[in-house]
Every structure is written in structure tokens, then in C-alpha cells.
């Protein structure tokens, strides 16, 4: 029973507990926050680019696909760079 106790109290706490504000992160926090949008940010735009310049016939799937897929955080401009791009024999 307390430890049924115990549980429904953490609980309660993790409900009632709010996200912190910009002003309320640490500066590592705030560093961190930057960084990973950045990085996204970046990869996203490599991805929507090499969409573009690359002819259909060396990308698997449609290109209207993957520009969707490539919206998804980290996960779709990884998967397309990784699972998209036809490589050549020459380059492996």
C-alpha cells in the first residue's frame, strides 16, 4: 500500500509540474536548446536541397515523399540521406 502511495503522489507531482520558461533554463540548457535547432535546421535544409538538384531516377520513392518525410525531426533528413539516395558503384 505505501508503496501504491508513493507512486500515486510522483504522479501527481509530474502532472502538475510545468515546463520552464526560456528565462528559467541555464545557460547550457539555452546552449543545448540553440545547438540541436541548428543542427535541424541545417539537416533539414540539406535535405530539401538535395531534393531539388537530384534527378528523380537517383532518388528511391518520390521526391514529394521525401520532402514530407524530411519535415520530421532529425529522423527524416537522416533516413533520406541514409535510405533516399541511390548510391553510385563508383562511390562505394
Known sequence: ????RAQFMANKRRRNA???TWKELSPMA???TITA????LSLLFAAQRDI???PADQIRGGKTL????T???FVGPGSYFTFGVKRS???K
Open 18 to 20: 510545468r515546463k520552464k
Open 30 to 32: 539555452k546552449f543545448g
Open 52 to 54: 531539388s538538384r537530384r
Open 71 to 73: 519535415l520530421v525531426n
Open 89 to 91: 558503384l563508383a562511390a
Open 1 to 4: 500500500m505505501v508503496n501504491k
Open 37 to 40: 535547432a541548428i543542427v535541424q
Open 66 to 69: 521525401w520532402r514530407l518525410a
